[in-house]
């Protein structure tokens, strides 16, 4: 396989874009990613995550700030001299070139003579699975198939850095599962740098090293999945990543880096986040409670309100002192009836002090 | 000359501060040349080099070149001309200027006199034009509606034809209608002749005036009221029909409480289009208009008549374009904002509403009767050119068309004979010159509108628009007073004739290339820009190919509005250079009708042909992109000059 990675790092400093003087997309953010690194822009529509890409793509500039790429400062410069490819949310796809056309079109414009051109792009098509598409003209291909050949188009530049902008949301649920799995395995194999755009947080748990969740044109939270899934620092990451039960709980003391904190009756130690003793918010996972019908001591005593069944799992709605809680139970063997009473202790993760 | 451009462009910036210097200077020189033309060009673009360079439009050079063209060619074609009818106005005949003169002309008992209300004398020019506008205006948008109704609504069989009434308007020399009319109503018109023979009263010239022209302009522009509304009536969403029958609202009380207030907007549109193409017609009512005067035709005869009064003709020309350009604002302003269309990219399966019955059965009469009007005048120009004398000697002969076209072979090749040929001849190049280049700016500036965004782009998008809303005759009198004297002297040539066509058809390339370029979805462009494709070989190698349908519409389109032009040409045609279209009104001013009408005949014939050819390209589309592509270009071909 011809196709290699020049993979390199992406950083932003405190870069701002401003529409037409007064809208802010985005303010003031600063980010690094590592080269060989699949980073994913996550966040509700119109928190700036798409103007972020765009900027790194070059179709967008910072009104504000500077942008790194590699060891080059690419801030003034136009989405042509970038040495960056985007597969879009449309594909983009010409219409009016054959798949090989596409998918060579790149090459041509940088002065690649044909037949390499061509070979090149065959191993671009062979990369995503299409070997001997190339005559074919996009409209005669499956939405899967197209967003390949997209992504084939980008891949065969060579870029050094790879976005994504929404890729799959033309796509089927089943189909964007297989899909995603692809743009991982292809991006590990070769060791890109990639930057992927989505409003979808399974999505970007599956497929990210790390996640930078955005909310209104700033930076909400930065992390692995796995912190930004147990340790959210905010009540916005909690609430967006998954679901939370956020409840009102009180810090009983401070203990170097970690808190003492009641839940209702229930004890938990916390990273403490440098927070002081008092009132405080907490996020609990909804699999983070661990119920049961006979009544133990240290644990909150709750109704059950609301039971679904759902196969993998049973669902509960609890009314307790310290509010609904919301609670996905693992176990099916042990249903609990409505109206029963029972308690509720915490495990030791999914459970934050958030802000 | 772009490399000439881009040569310079090395040391940009010392040749834009020198151009600040010594660029007023060329105010005093005599006629600017080639040379004049070649070193402005390299300025402008070295300019626009030093612009790019300061980070303007992300610092893209072709595209802030390209604007930097089409607002210099803007500038001078548009801007230059209006702006001298202005400052004419001002002036007195010995040059001076003169506020009051201005005030005398402007008041001027010929523009404004309100005398018909009362006494039997004839209105002003100002209120003739504005009666007759909104008569049109809403004459037609009746009548188009009427169409628009029985052609998407109705479920009548042959309601498909009613659409090709549309290619009718576009494809007449303005003034042809209003000629069929004087031999249907004329003094020794067939239909006035027989009801004097009926009743035993004398024959009256009752046509020429008011009613003619009314007649003339409703039968011409009620095409192109249905032409709007076709898209206005089918904008609307079937499901908003729907809703309102599950909320129980029977057909009449759906089509008036739900369907008509959705098509607001677009009767709106339609009527000023019918103001203000009346306002600019010229054609009908000179051949018409007896002395019933409108400010079109005042304009033309203040300067080729007896007067020869330029000021008078600028003071007419500036009231009339404020009326045009009032309702060009009122459209935009107002209709801008509230378009009601429907239309979104889900796709709507519903069935459109039928015509309650009280709408639909006078809708249907309207219509069939105004078909059979249209049909009637369209065989009178057909049959009018083979009778001898109209309405003396009815023979059938063809000696119009040989006097107009005959062709002598001789050892030395063919002899174009006929008295036609000249104008003919002069027609086709001139229109074949004109129309790639009114597509080149045309869709240069769509594109530069649609794909790019700059500072100033609204004002860049009005004053490209705005041409459109200037009529012809204002046009043609602008031309003369700004193109007579230094720096551009091009009065009298070919030159001027095509510049003209350009700047006039600009508007109809400008918006093929807006409604073509909308449906592109843009992340095209972006795709080939982040696969390090510039702008320039974006368009040439993404949009242009994609837009191909617009362009060959935009050279069809501009090239057949540049043989049926009348209203500018008329000003701008010299004896070297004669139009197909002004030699005829010559004829008709000479009352040679049969030989006005077998000119017009033929006019028809050869657009027919241009624009039949243009729709079975584009129908072509569905079979097969690969197919297409080698059609389209033969047709570019064609349409380039030989």
């Known amino acids: 396989m011809s196709i290699k990675s020049n993979a390199a790092t992406v950083a932003f400093e405190n870069v701002s874009k401003i529409y037409g003087g007064s809208v802010v997309a985005v303010d003031e953010v600063s980010f690094k990613i590592e080269a060989g690194m699949l980073v994913t822009l996550l966040g509700p529509s119109g928190c700036g995550k798409t103007t972020t890409l765009r900027m790194i793509a070059g179709l967008d500039m910072a009104t504000n700030g500077r942008i790194h790429i590699g060891d080059e400062d690419v801030t003034k410069l136009p989405a042509t001299d970038r040495d960056v490819s985007m597969v879009f949310q449309s594909y983009a796809l010409f219409p009016h070139m054959t798949v090989g056309e596409n998918v060579a079109y790149g090459l041509n414009v940088s002065g690649m003579n044909k037949s390499e051109a061509g070979d090149r792009a065959e191993d671009g098509l062979k990369l995503v699975g299409l070997t001997g598409y190339g005559d074919r003209l996009p409209s005669e291909m499956s939405g899967g198939q197209q967003q390949r050949v997209a992504v084939a188009r980008a891949l065969v530049l060579e870029p050094q850095v790879l976005l994504f902008d929404e890729p799959l949301s033309n796509l089927d649920a089943k189909l964007r599962r297989q899909v995603r799995e692809e743009i991982r395995e292809i991006q590990t194999n070769l060791g890109l740098t990639v930057v992927y755009v989505t409003h979808d947080q399974e999505e970007a748990l599956a497929v990210s090293d790390r996640i930078i969740v955005m909310k209104n044109a700033g930076i909400a939270q930065e992390g692995t999945p796995r912190e930004l899934y147990e340790e959210p620092a905010n009540l916005f990451v909690a609430d967006f990543i998954g679901d939370a039960n956020v409840v009102t709980a009180e810090i009983r003391s401070i203990d170097g880096d970690w808190a003492n904190v009641l839940v209702g009756n229930a004890e938990a130690r916390l990273p403490s986040r440098g927070m002081k003793p008092g009132k405080a918010q907490v996020a609990i996972r909804p699999e983070s409670f661990q119920i049961s019908d006979s009544n133990i001591p240290g644990s909150i005593e709750a109704e059950v309100v609301k039971a679904t069944y759902l196969g993998s799992h049973i669902e509960y709605t609890l009314d307790s002192a310290v509010g609904e809680l919301f609670v996905v139970e693992p176990d099916i063997s042990n249903p609990v009836g409505i109206g029963s009473t029972i308690s509720v202790r915490l495990r030791d993760h999914g459970i934050a002090l958030v802000e | ?642």
Request: net charge neutral.
């Open chain 2, 1 to 642: 000359m772009l490399a000439q451009g881009f040569a310079i462009g090395i040391s940009g910036w010392e040749f834009t501060t020198l151009e600040s210097i010594f660029g007023p200077m060329d105010e005093r020189q005599y006629g600017l040349g080639y040379g004049a033309l070649f070193v402005s060009a390299s300025f402008l673009f070295a300019l626009t080099q030093g612009i790019a360079a300061r980070g303007a439009v992300n610092g893209d050079v072709f595209v802030v070149s390209a604007i930097g063209l089409v607002v210099a060619v803007v500038a001078a074609f548009v801007f230059f001309p209006v702006l001298q009818i202005l400052t004419s106005a001002l002036r007195d005949n010995e040059g001076v200027y003169s506020l009051a003169v201005f005030l005398t002309k402007f008041s001027s008992h010929k523009i404004w006199g309100l005398g018909c209300l009362s006494v039997n004398v004839s209105c002003g020019a100002a209120w003739n034009s504005l009666f007759l506008a909104a008569l049109v205006g809403a004459g037609t948008t009746f009548l188009g509606l009427a169409f628009a109704l029985v052609a998407t609504r109705s479920g009548w069989k042959y309601r498909r034809l009613l659409r090709a009434l549309t290619v009718l308007p576009i494809i007449t020399p303005p003034f042809v209608i209003g000629l069929a009319i004087i031999l249907l109503f004329g003094l020794s018109g067939v239909i006035t002749t027989f009801f004097a023979d009926l009743l035993g009263v004398t024959p009256t010239r009752w046509v020429y005036g008011l009613p003619g022209i009314l007649i003339a302009q409703m039968l011409a522009y009620t095409p192109i009221a249905f032409l709007v509304l076709i898209g206005v009536v089918e904008g609307i969403s079937p499901s908003m029909e729907e809703a309102a029958q599950t909320l129980r609202a029977d057909n009449w009380k759906t089509f008036t409480t739900v369907s008509l207030p959705l098509m607001r907007p677009g009767l709106a549109n339609a009527f000023l289009l019918g103001f203000i193409e009346s306002m600019a017609d010229f054609g009908n009512p000179l051949v018409l208009g007896g002395n019933f005067d409108v400010l079109s035709t005042e304009i033309f005869f203040a300067i080729v008549g007896a007067q020869n009064d330029q000021g008078m003709a600028a003071v007419l020309a500036i009231v009339l374009l404020s009326f045009t350009l009032s309702a060009f604002f009122l459209q935009r302003k107002w209709l801008g904002r509230k378009t009601y269309t429907t239309v979104t990219g889900k796709g709507d399966s519903g069935v459109p509403a039928i015509l309650p019955r009280r709408v639909r059965y006078p809708v249907f009469s309207i219509t069939l009767g105004w078909t059979a009007m249209t049909l009637v005048i369209y065989f009178m120009i057909l049959f009018g050119g083979f009778v001898e004398i109209w309405g003396l000697d009815h023979t059938l002969t063809f000696k119009h068309y040989i006097t107009a076209f005959s062709i002598s072979f001789t050892e030395e090749g063919i002899l174009w004979t006929g008295s036609a040929w000249n104008s003919f001849w002069t027609t086709i190049t001139i229109a074949m010159t004109a129309a790639p280049l009114t597509a080149m700016v045309g869709l240069l500036t769509a594109y530069l509108l649609v794909r790019q965004v700059f500072t100033g782009k609204q004002v860049f998008e009005f004053g490209t628009m705005l041409s459109f809303a200037i009529p012809g005759t204002v046009i043609g009198v602008s031309y003369i007073i700004a193109f007579n004297v230094p720096p551009f002297e091009l009065t009298g040539t070919a030159v001027i004739l095509v510049i003209c066509f350009v700047f006039r058809n600009m508007p109809v390339g400008v918006r093929a290339g807006i409604a073509a370029m909308s449906q592109l979805d843009k992340s095209l462009d972006e795709a080939s820009l982040t696969l390090g494709a510039n702008s320039w070989y974006t368009l040439r190698k993404v949009v242009l190919p994609l837009l191909r349908p617009a362009i060959i519409a935009a050279l069809v389109y501009s090239f057949v509005r540049a043989m049926t032009a009348i209203s500018a040409v008329i000003f701008l045609v010299s004896a070297e250079h004669n139009m197909a279209t002004a030699y005829i009104i010559g004829r008709v001013e000479n009352n040679d009708y049969g030989l006005a009408i077998a000119y017009s005949t033929v006019l028809i014939f050869v657009m027919l042909t241009a624009v039949v050819t243009f729709q079975l390209v584009v129908g072509e589309r569905k079979l097969g992109r690969r197919v297409e592509r080698g059609q389209a270009e033969s047709v570019i071909k064609q349409g380039e000059p030989a």
